[in-house]
């Protein structure tokens, strides 16, 4: 067998400019700051360093060394079966949403604890709110209909200092409301960030784990791993994610003088037809679909404002 080292490409799929991910991952740097992570370190086919993403333990231990070198996070943990997301494509979804912000803003991102977000299913993870702090210092409540998530994501909070004063979680205790239970009187946000479920039923979840996972090992798989995780309001709902976004779209028309820009990442490119058919329905005055290419997955961030130009202009001038 020849030991000839195949080269790999420098950078990593076209991520955002600023994700700090952007280049094929640094893993004798990323041991230096969480050396449990050098257990799980093998070499691929390249002869390079990596980690079976097979392996649901490894994974975790990347994205704990992920947060610890490149976005100082102490603490991170998840309990298990819970959603482990990828952290690159999450910090592409702020970094957008931060280009959004500046497109509005003569092109200059507003930074700052003024700039108010709302994370619709914060997870147990608490991603966003940890990129979007860390980055931009923007602030964050975190929502979700899971109290074990929202505990978890509260431990998070408490074993970092400096996103104690920038995150909040509320319970939304009815689990068909998105905005209702959550906005206070006179409060206003800037954004909202969603990943919706993105399958119909548990079955189609399962299905897509097994397709995820054959794909990664590039053969069949016929047993689920949970490397990936996710409880069921993670992976699935009823009408899985065209009708989780059509609802939320209904329900921003309810706040539409609150909320500056919604938005929601959308996985399925055939669910667009019928959320830009809503959306027009609903009379937003602007939408912006921003495209997301992670590799062998495509995505799209979808935004949408009721707000009109004047109504923009004078947003920014009372609030950033």
């Known amino acids: 067998m020849s030991s000839i080292k195949k080269e790999l490409p420098k950078e990593k799929f076209r991520l955002h400019p600023r994700n700090k ?13 969480c050396p ?7 070499l691929n086919e390249y002869k390079d360093q990596s980690i079976d993403f097979f392996n649901p333990a490894a994974v975790k231990m990347l994205n704990k060394a992920i947060l610890k070198h490149y976005y100082k996070i102490d603490y991170w943990d998840i309990p298990p079966s819970y959603l482990c997301p990828p952290i690159p494509g999450r910090a ?5 949403l931060a280009d959004l912000l ?15 977000c709302l994370d619709v299913g914060v997870g147990a993870n608490c991603i966003y709110p940890m990129i979007g702090v860390k980055e931009y210092q923007w602030s964050f409540v975190g929502s979700d209909i899971d109290e074990a998530a929202l505990e978890s994501a509260s431990k998070i909070i408490e074993g970092n200092l400096e996103l104690k004063d920038f995150v909040e979680l509320d319970l939304q205790e009815n689990s068909r409301d998105f905005f209702k239970g959550i906005l206070r009187t006179d409060e206003k946000f800037d954004l909202t960030i969603c990943n919706p479920p993105f399958h119909a039923s548990l079955e189609e979840a399962q299905k897509g784990t097994l397709r995820k996972l054959s ?3 590039g053969k069949k ?7 990936f995780g996710g409880q069921g309001a993670e992976l699935w709902c009823e009408g ?3 009708r989780f976004v059509k609802d939320m779209i209904f329900q921003s ?3 539409r003088n609150d909320i500056f820009w919604f938005s929601t990442l959308i996985s399925k490119e055939s669910s667009l037809k019928s959320v830009y058919q809503i959306l027009k329905k609903v009379d937003a005055k602007e939408v912006k679909t921003i495209d997301l290419n992670l590799g062998n997955k495509k995505s799209r961030i979808v935004a949408w404002t009721f707000l009109s130009p004047v109504q923009q202009r004078n947003w920014m001038k009372e609030k950033w």
């Open 240 to 242: 899985g994610e065209e």
């Open 36 to 42: 449990e992570l050098a257990t799980f370190v093998v």
């Open 92 to 96: 592409d979804y702020i970094h957008h």
């Open 102 to 116: 500046a497109s509005c803003n003569e092109g200059k991102i507003p930074i700052g604890k003024k700039i108010k």
């Open 221 to 227: 798989i016929s047993t689920p791993t949970l490397n």
């Open 21 to 33: 991910n952007g280049e094929r991952y640094d893993f004798e740097a990323l041991i230096a700051s």
């Open 215 to 217: 794909n990664l090992k």
């Open 253 to 255: 028309r309810q706040c």
